[in-house]
């Protein structure tokens, strides 16, 4: 009897705990208002995510033996998340970020500890090589070392999909540009990464096109009010427009749709439905208050989409 396909996520989970005070914050006192803890991290989204679109999910991080690490084994245990393939680090402090915003919701400042993940290490990776050849295809987030992301690039024989996370971040990917199936950088990430500044759709092409000059597969370049660009080496484009839906929170969004692109993947859905799922999932994460919206499923998201079954 042959396993069932899986997914594996390699990538970032934190423990995210934000703080908005109740009135304009005073510097250098006690500012009352509210704090909230919630688990975070894009793998660990990305994963949550998929595991709601009912995929088989490996996810692939670094823990430390603390409460948050529990909190994390507890969320996968429910979601059916497989964590056996992920390094614990006995002396080590699970992923955490810390943010305060002001009364009006606007960031004032914010700190990381991320250190764990430089445990993440090519060697660590290379025990885990067997389980990473052997998935479906392998999600990763740029909150792995360069030298990590370069080992995947080079020893990864599943497909890879490919988060920048962050255009600070973005970078780590170049490299290894002609080894991944799927990018979904946003405008900023794809410009870095393409070298080409995006002003109009004639730039916003030649900065796709650059990219699949690479080798690259598939690039999604999400255009934030103005919908996605999508482009694979085969010579087909596409731009949509975002989906209509109710602005509630949209600090899930590009996760969302990471994952619903990457679900569409082992669907064979071609590049024009694989952007209409993205979007879809982008549109059902916006509409909730948490980072992951619970009514995420493969039913809603087909339906969102206008997919057929």
């Not at 497989?82 to 810390?98: E, Q």
């Amino acid at each position: 009897m042959t396993a069932s396909p899986y997914i594996a996520v390699v990538g970032g989970v934190n423990i995210d705990i934000g703080g908005r005070s109740d009135a304009p914050l005073v510097a250098g006192d006690s500012n009352p208002g509210r704090i909230r803890s919630s688990l975070g991290g894009v793998g660990r989204n990305i994963a949550h995510n998929l595991a709601l679109l009912g995929a088989k999910v490996r996810l692939i991080t670094a823990l430390g033996a603390d409460d948050g690490a529990k909190r994390v084994e507890a969320s996968c245990a429910d979601l059916g998340i497989d964590l056996s393939d992920s390094l614990y680090v006995p002396d080590g402090a699970t992923s955490t970020y810390l943010f305060l915003a002001d009364s009006s919701g606007d960031m004032a400042l914010a700190m990381n500890d991320m250190a764990i993940y430089e445990q993440l290490t090519p060697a660590f990776l290379e025990t885990k090589l067997a389980a990473l050849n052997a998935a479906a295809l392998v999600v990763l987030d740029t909150n792995l070392s360069a030298e990590s992301i370069r080992y995947l690039g080079e020893h990864c024989t599943a497909p890879l999909f490919a988060d920048p996370v962050s255009a600070a971040k973005a970078g780590k990917l170049e490299p290894i540009l002609g080894r991944l199936h799927t990018l979904k950088p946003n405008r900023m990430e794809a410009e870095l990464l393409s070298g080409v500044k995006i002003t109009d759709d004639a730039s916003l092409r030649k900065a796709a096109e650059t990219l699949l000059d690479t080798g690259l597969h598939r690039v999604f370049i999400s255009l934030g009010s103005d919908g996605v660009f999508a482009a694979d080496r085969s010579g087909q484009q596409v731009q949509l427009p975002p989906l209509p839906g109710a602005m509630v929170n949209t600090t899930g969004c590009g996760d969302a749709f990471m994952a619903a692109i990457t679900w569409a993947y082992l669907q064979g859905t071609d590049l024009t439905d694989t952007a209409k799922a993205g979007l879809a999932a982008s549109v059902i994460a916006m509409e909730s208050a948490e980072t992951i919206n619970p009514a995420m499923s493969e039913d809603t998201l087909r339906q969102r989409a206008a997919l057929s079954n």
